[in-house]
């Protein structure tokens, strides 16, 4: 029977017999609007899990508290578990040494991180979406040899590097 079910991704309205469906051994079939979405939604939650497991060793935590996770989250929302994932690793030594400081409680503590992470992310979401343009052009044999040398130029994520000595001069007029 054709019926009305939600894709879990993207959240739209399809029907089941055109979804594409995920069956978990126990569960109930989970459904996609295609194979596409269902695999960048795994992609997802594994970047998810590994910011969780980047910030909890960070934080030097055993598990991360659900106040950092929702923190993480807004990230995740507003940006894509990619980015932030990629700007939390670029940006490793300046939460490291952040954290050495005495905060007074959390969320004064937490600020000071998502400071960080907020000061530096913008850089990175650029490169990320140059680079997948890039790609998509590639795919379809769009791309120019003007454009594959500029976008290799700007986009290079491992130019963007953590300045440190930037930052412990800015963290010092706190
Ligand atoms: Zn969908």
Avoid: H
Avoid at 15 to 29: G, L
Avoid at 133 to 143: M, S, Y
């Amino acid at each position: 029977m054709v019926r009305k079910v939600k894709c879990k991704y993207c959240e739209r309205e399809i029907t089941n017999d055109k979804a594409f469906r995920f069956i978990n051994n126990k569960e109930k079939p989970i459904y996609y609007c295609n194979e596409a979405e269902f695999i960048e939604s795994l992609k997802q939650k594994s970047n998810r899990e590994e910011i969780y497991k980047l910030m909890s060793d960070l934080l030097r935590y055993e598990f991360l508290t659900p106040i950092w996770k929702k923190c993480m989250n807004e990230f995740i929302e507003k940006y894509n578990s990619e980015i932030v994932r990629e700007t939390i690793l670029k940006f490793k030594n300046n939460i490291v040494y952040g954290l050495n400081k005495n905060f007074e409680n959390e969320f004064i503590k937490m600020r000071y991180i998502k400071a960080i992470i907020e000061n530096n992310i913008e850089p990175i979401k650029k490169s990320i979406e140059i680079l997948k343009t890039r790609d998509e052009k590639i795919k379809n044999e769009t791309l120019t040899t003007n454009e594959l040398y500029d976008t290799g130029a700007i986009c290079d994520l491992s130019k963007i590097k953590s300045n440190i000595l930037e930052f412990l001069k800015d963290s010092d007029v706190n």
